[in-house]
């Protein structure tokens, strides 16, 4: 059986877009094919995961089985009582298999890998996302059909964005008139194309042409300034990855979101401009954005509301600084259980954390600092260099650098 790597290939795209045309002509003619959908959902899925990636298909399985029977005795469970110990529980055994998953190769232990499959984080945001909206009661019921049909969306069950449930949930129950569904049609269009000039142009030009370039020169010159292998090439390793990490992922966003579209469903866009950020915060709300705002809502605000109502901290400021940095530590250990990613993660919370007492500085002295074009361009020049030197930490290069 042939595989199929999501997005990597001319013939995946025309597969992909001729296969999806009969559900397409159903929405132009107001009419949404959904046992059609299921059935294409259902041949992608095989054609991924199966072949000699059958492993990660049985894992799949195994995990939608589980998932399923966690969400729907929760949503059953909640009907008639609310206890908070049940909830925690239900949010422990939905993250498991991806925790298990992670910290399987820092213990050595790769019969725990197996449970992993191509996807597994996205899958487990969506499943943690609904059982605590079943908890807040923004969603009060879930038939197993819609919660599969939002767990195993094909556009994005690799690699996000990561949508909503009752967001995803409207589109999917709606057919856009004629004329939205062209307007559809024309986005997902040129988000298709610039797809194409981000990940297969611009990403191969700077991850394939120039990164290894750079990274040779790097490494040559690992005795630099007193053996910290600090110098020029370092410093284009550090913008060279930074510019191949934003195309080659905001390029394969724009895929998914073009075939979202293509299917009537308008799945949220990941990156708006985030080299132009103001500050660092402005760069979360611009990179990465639904899993940005993912965190935002259910580590960060969860985390501030636990605080706040325990009475932990009753300073409002070390509130949000202790939430940051937490938040920023669950993403960093997420990334992996490595050096480099979880002082990633606390390198941005410590950002955040200094640009919030540089806003509140600048608004206790509004006469000392006044916007302008000058200021403003330097907060973006600062930013962006703040941003690069933590791609630079992400990436694991200094850990080949210096380790190695």
Not at 347 to 367: C, E, G, M, Q, V
């Amino acid at each position: 059986m042939i595989n199929l790597q999501p997005y990597s290939t001319p013939s995946y795209f025309i597969l992909l877009i001729v296969t999806l045309l009969p559900a397409m002509i159903g929405l132009y003619f107001g009419r949404r094919l959904h046992i059609y959908e299921s059935i294409w959902t259902f041949v992608f899925l095989v054609l991924t995961f199966g072949g000699n990636k059958w492993h990660q298909g049985f894992a799949l399985i195994l995990y939608i089985i589980f998932q399923q029977i966690i969400i729907s005795g929760y949503a059953r469970y909640r009907k008639t009582a609310n206890q908070t110990w049940v909830f925690v529980t239900a949010v422990v055994l939905s993250s498991l298999p991806l925790a298990l998953v992670k910290l399987a190769p820092a213990f050595k232990a790769n019969k725990l890998s197996l449970l992993g499959f191509l996807g597994i984080s996205y899958l487990t945001f969506k499943a943690v996302q609904v059982v605590m909206e079943l908890r807040d009661g923004t969603i009060k019921d879930i038939r197993m059909r819609d919660c599969l049909q939002f767990m195993l969306f094909s556009p994005t069950v690799s690699s996000g964005p990561i949508d909503r449930f009752r967001r995803f949930q409207t589109d999917m129950q709606n057919v856009p008139t004629r004329s939205a569904y062209v307007a559809q049609i024309d986005k997902g269009i040129q988000y298709l194309f610039r797809g194409f000039l981000y990940k297969f142009i611009l990403g191969y030009y700077f991850g394939t042409m120039l990164l290894p370039k750079v990274a040779h020169y790097a490494l040559l010159n690992r005795d630099a300034l007193w053996g910290t292998g600090l110098s020029i090439h370092l410093l284009l390793y550090m913008y060279v990855y930074s510019m191949y990490l934003f195309f080659d992922f905001a390029g394969y966003s724009m895929f998914a979101i073009s075939i979202s579209h293509f299917m009537g469903v308008e799945t949220p866009v990941n990156f708006n401009a985030p080299f132009k950020a103001h500050n660092i915060k402005d760069f979360w709300n611009r990179w990465h954005m639904s899993l940005s705002f993912w965190f935002r809502d259910f580590v960060f605000m969860r985390f501030t509301f636990f605080v706040m109502k325990k009475r932990l901290i009753k300073n409002r400021i070390r509130i949000a600084q202790t939430a940051y940095l937490v938040n920023f530590l669950v993403m960093g250990f997420w990334h992996g259980v490595t050096w480099y990613y979880i002082v990633y993660g606390l390198f941005h919370a410590a950002a955040i954390i200094i640009n919030d007492y540089w806003l509140r500085f600048k608004k206790s002295h509004p006469t000392l600092i006044k916007h302008s074009t000058l200021t403003e361009s330097i907060g973006i020049f600062v930013t962006f260099n703040v941003v690069c030197f933590s791609f630079l930490i992400f990436s694991g290069f200094l850990n080949t650098l210096w380790f190695k």
